[in-house]
């Protein structure tokens, strides 16, 4: 196994969305999740959703890499997204296209020493900044349901749910 | 409309610049204004963050205003939490509003699509029309705002908090 490849392959179907015209699953098509991956991946700007204690949302712009099938970004320990995820680890994000949307809903959970490696270099690939001199916390965000569209006339043939076991 | 109070918010260890000038309320107007897409965070009854991209219409007294079925997530979300955020599409020169949805009321309702459908049949001549039929809709009236210019990692020089309350 590659580290960093894609392990999982999470089960599709049509989302809900009420009003939108979206068709049942047997009609159209569903997207692969390995089109999210690709758009996961390659996004240079991500939006953070979380949660504060007081029960707001919190929306923010963040870096970030999608490595071994989760996203992977860093935060200032006393930053407000870090101090929402101490108390309630549930967050979304979302890739910088509101075209092409993806967006992943998951729990965070620190990194972990043995996906270190893997982060490190590809945020240095990417952003050609080497994360492990980044003061902070750093945290990987793993999918549970996931959501993709093609916001053009395919929408209502193509919008995609994907669930993770 | 008066113009929100502006200042720098606190954000340890981001290096922010607490000497270089603060954007004006204008830059922001003009780019909630302009923008097709917008991502709305809502929290689930779970307390799961959700995000959503929608179309909607900053209107000229500084509130944000849209359309989503009863039934769709991110209604039965404000209907339960009507604390939410708002945030332009484009990632790189953001502004993001936080605030509080209340139903559109029936006087802002004709001026409401006015507005709405001559925004969309000029970014996309031939999507259709959205009539009173497309209801119940929405407004956001925000708290507080943030903004700032991340091409060329102005963030730290850029960053910027508007103040309604």
């Known amino acids: 196994v ?3 490849a894609a392990l999982v392959t999470p089960r599709a179907s049509r989302p809900y969305a009420p009003g939108y015209g979206i068709k049942p699953a047997s009609e159209g098509s569903l997207l692969d999740w390995s089109w999210a991956e ?11 959703a979380t949660t504060r204690p007081d029960g707001r949302p919190h929306l923010s712009p963040i870096w970030g890499v999608w490595v071994a099938d989760s996203f992977c970004f860093g935060c200032g320990e006393e930053s407000r997204k870090a101090r929402n995820l101490r108390e309630n680890p549930r967050a979304s994000v979302s890739v910088d296209s509101t075209l092409e949307p993806v967006t992943v809903e998951g729990v965070v959970e620190p990194l ?3 996906l270190r490696g893997a982060y ?7 952003y050609d900044v080497d994360v492990g001199e980044i003061e902070g916390t750093h945290l990987r965000l793993v999918p549970g349901i996931a959501f993709g569209s093609i916001d053009d006339e395919r929408f209502p043939d193509i919008a995609t749910r994907w669930e993770f076991a | 409309v008066t113009e929100p109070r502006a200042d720098r918010p606190h954000m340890p260890n981001y290096g922010l610049e607490t000497s270089a ?3 004006d309320w204008p830059w922001a107007r003009y780019r909630l204004r302009r923008s097709r ?3 709305i965070a809502t929290v689930r009854p779970s307390g799961a963050p959700h995000l959503m991209k929608v179309w909607g219409e900053w209107r000229d007294d500084d509130t944000f205003a849209f359309s989503s079925d009863p039934a769709s997530t991110k209604v039965r979300n404000l209907v339960g939490e009507p604390r939410c955020s708002v945030a332009t599409e484009d990632v790189d020169d953001l502004v993001v509003v936080e605030g509080r949805v209340r139903e559109l009321r029936a006087d802002e309702l004709d001026a409401f699509l006015a507005h709405y459908n001559v925004k969309y049949d000029a970014l996309d001549p031939g999507w259709g029309e959205l009539s009173a039929d497309f209801g119940p809709f929405w407004v956001v009236e925000p708290v507080v705002a943030f903004g700032c210019v991340e091409t060329d990692h102005r963030f730290t020089q850029t960053m910027t908090r508007w103040n309604f309350t």
Do not use: I, N, T
């Open chain 1, 112 to 114: 972990g020493d043995q």
């Open chain 2, 21 to 23: 000038p603060l954007l």
């Open chain 2, 37 to 39: 897409d917008y991502w």
């Open chain 1, 2 to 4: 590659v580290e960093g």
């Open chain 1, 120 to 126: 490190r270099d590809a945020y240095q690939s990417k």
């Open chain 1, 38 to 48: 690709e758009r996961l991946v390659a996004s240079r700007g991500y939006w953070l």
